[in-house]
């Protein structure tokens, strides 16, 4: 059982709707990372959370620490939006241990 | 303030051969974090370098190795080239070392062994 799951693994959606992944994770963590890589391979660092929910334009981050658990939406999704975005918890300091990515399609 | 450069960004080696890839922080930032991108494995974690010291380390063969100089800058080392060694390897950087400092990624070297 890998130590981060994010659900769903694919997602497509049409501009304009809500989207929700999933993150879960088994080890004790103390923040978690929500990360965006566009084709080409550039990774980069939407939130770093602790506790509650962050908010961004229209990114959303909410974490539940005690369920082990985070969600990240996006409102009014745009075709921009199209991109992999992974969840990653530190572990024995700044090791991050990854989620094996969410690929989001957004069609216009 | 400029972000987190990695040079070069693409590397063609072949088997057997050995490659030196370099990270420049952002300015100011004093850990360094290194991590393997592959299809089938996705992103893993290399090592991590804070005040030119090795502060943790993953699960690699020796032929992986790193450094970190007293501007922060890093280099990591694979010797030895394998196929299986073809990725993209990512440094982030953060101001400090621990749990609650947030990383920001370089766009990556993609070394191609043939």
């Known amino acids: 059982k890998n130590e981060v799951e994010q659900s769903p693994q694919n997602l497509t959606a049409q501009e304009g709707e809500f989207i929700t992944i999933n993150c879960s994770y088994s080890?004790?963590?103390?923040?978690l990372h929500w990360l965006q890589q566009h084709p080409g391979g550039g990774i980069v660092s939407l939130f770093m959370?602790?506790?509650g929910k962050k908010k961004h334009g229209r990114l959303i981050a909410t974490i539940n620490i005690q369920e082990k658990h985070s969600s990240l939406h996006i409102t009014a999704s745009h075709p921009r939006d199209s991109a992999v975005y992974i969840c990653a918890v530190p572990y024995n300091t700044d090791k991050l241990i990854f989620g094996t990515g969410t690929r989001l399609q957004v069609f216009p | 303030k400029a972000g987190v450069t990695q040079t070069p960004r693409y590397l063609i080696k072949t088997r057997g051969q050995q490659v030196t890839l370099s990270c420049s922080p952002i300015s100011g930032h004093r850990s360094v974090s290194w991590y393997q991108q592959t299809p089938g494995q996705g992103l893993q974690f290399l090592f991590e370098y804070f005040s030119e010291t090795q502060r943790n380390k993953g699960n690699f063969p020796g032929r992986f190795s790193g450094r970190q100089f007293s501007n922060s800058r890093s280099e990591m080392n694979v010797s030895t080239l394998e196929l299986g060694d073809s990725a993209l390897y990512l440094c982030?950087?953060?101001?400090?070392?621990?749990?609650?400092?947030?990383?920001?990624f370089g766009p990556g070297t993609r070394l191609t062994v043939l």
């Open positions: 982030a950087s953060s101001l400090l070392w621990g749990e609650y400092n947030e990383q920001f």
């Open positions: 959370l602790s506790s």
């Open positions: 080890v004790g963590i103390s923040a």
